[in-house]
């Protein structure tokens, strides 16, 4: 394959991802997102199923319901249709039908515990050794953050060679003084860490256009910071999503979570990661 098919390819897949992730609420087309990219609709639909094994609605029915999962956890003053609604689905069946089929049980179910059951086996290997019941985060507005990013597939130590990749990038571009942020668009707590999606990404100006380019926009945030080891940011997160939001007066919002890193143990040699780690929420009046 030629180096500009590949990167015309990998900009598809990346704009059709971010495309999802900032429309979540509406209904997406086939059509609108051919249209967006440039190419036919026959052409998109096959480099779609190429690049990632999945059609364009299996991709945005997986995050739909991804993000409809945590929301019921995390948004308890919201109601299942109003998380059905925020999700982007219109009917209340059809959103119970996805829901069964993913989970294996209701969305009732599932607020009322049975994401207690799940989380704990996902994370057996990782068992919780910190006590994080009187963390406290910082509440405050965050302004839009301009990232250039490269995608990473799970939630494992092969991390480590996409922050190399996109380092090499921003050496070979004179990039010096950026900041490095990991996205999660996944909550790792109730998603198999296999299919986690996992964004590396540094800080770069609004000119910058040498890979995909993305932008956190401005919002109100509960801002935690957490040092430790590989493997406690996962409870940590559990911690964040299934204690502590639930009874703070706040809801998550649809934008992704994201860690901006004082110590990155995929780029140095330090065994301890710092982070800043950014809720998205809103009040709840």
Same mark, same amino acid.
Request: with cysteine; proline share 3%; net charge positive.
């Given at each position: 394959?030629?180096?500009?098919?590949?990167?015309?390819?990998?900009?598809?897949?990346?704009?059709?991802?971010?495309?999802?992730?900032?429309?979540?609420?509406?209904?997406?087309?086939?059509?609108?997102?051919?249209?967006?990219?440039?190419?036919?609709?026959?052409?998109?639909?096959?480099?779609?199923?190429?690049?990632?094994?999945?059609?364009?609605?299996?991709?945005?029915?997986?995050?739909?319901?991804?993000?409809?999962?945590?929301?019921?956890?995390?948004?308890?003053?919201?109601?299942?249709?109003?998380?059905?609604?925020?999700?982007?689905?219109?009917?209340?069946?059809?959103?119970?039908?996805?829901?069964?089929?993913?989970?294996?049980?209701?969305?009732?179910?599932?607020?009322?515990?049975?994401?207690?059951?799940?989380?704990?086996?996902?994370?057996?290997?990782?068992?919780?050794?910190?006590?994080?019941?009187?963390?406290?985060?910082?509440?405050?507005?965050?302004?839009?953050?301009?990232?250039?990013?490269?995608?990473?597939?799970?939630?494992?130590?092969?991390?480590?060679?996409?922050?190399?990749?996109?380092?090499?990038?921003?050496?070979?571009?004179?990039?010096?003084?950026?900041?490095?942020?990991?996205?999660?668009?996944?909550?790792?707590?109730?998603?198999?860490?296999?299919?986690?999606?996992? %964004?590396?990404?540094?800080?770069?100006?609004?000119?910058?256009?040498?890979?995909?380019?993305?932008?956190?926009?401005?919002?109100?945030?509960? %801002?935690?910071?957490?040092?430790?080891?590989?493997?406690?940011?996962?409870?940590?997160?559990?911690?964040?999503?299934?204690?502590?939001?639930?009874?703070?007066?706040?809801?998550?919002?649809?934008?992704?979570?994201?860690?901006?890193?004082?110590?990155?143990?995929?780029?140095?040699?330090?065994?301890?990661?710092?982070?800043?780690?950014?809720?998205?929420?809103? %009040? %709840?009046?």
């Amino acid at each position: 394959m030629k180096k500009d098919t590949k990167i015309l390819r990998n900009d598809i897949v990346n704009n059709t991802y971010y495309y999802i992730y900032k429309n979540l609420q509406d209904i997406i087309s086939l059509d609108e997102l051919a249209f967006i990219n440039h190419v036919s609709k026959y052409h998109y639909h096959r480099i779609i199923k190429e690049e990632t094994g999945f059609t364009l609605f299996e991709i945005i029915t997986q995050e739909r319901i991804k993000k409809a999962s945590n929301l019921l956890i995390t948004n308890k003053y919201s109601t299942i249709s109003e998380i059905a609604n925020n999700c982007g689905y219109i009917s209340h069946s059809s959103f119970i039908k996805a829901f069964k089929n993913r989970y294996h049980c209701t969305p009732s179910k599932w607020r009322n515990g049975e994401y207690k059951k799940y989380s704990k086996e996902l994370l057996k290997e990782f068992p919780c050794k910190k006590d994080f019941s009187n963390t406290r985060p910082e509440i405050k507005i965050c302004k839009a953050i301009k990232c250039a990013y490269i995608r990473h597939k799970g939630y494992n130590k092969s991390i480590k060679n996409t922050w190399e990749k996109l380092n090499a990038i921003a050496y070979e571009h004179n990039l010096i003084k950026y900041n490095e942020l990991a996205i999660f668009h996944d909550n790792p707590a109730i998603t198999k860490l296999e299919k986690c999606s996992y %964004v590396a990404a540094i800080t770069v100006e609004k000119k910058f256009n040498i890979i995909s380019t993305l932008e956190i926009p401005e919002s109100l945030c509960a %801002v935690f910071n957490l040092k430790g080891i590989y493997g406690d940011a996962l409870n940590f997160i559990r911690y964040i999503y299934h204690y502590w939001l639930p009874n703070s007066g706040y809801e998550a919002k649809t934008i992704p979570a994201f860690a901006i890193y004082k110590e990155n143990i995929f780029t140095s040699s330090k065994k301890e990661f710092d982070i800043d780690f950014y809720i998205p929420i809103r %009040v %709840v009046y």
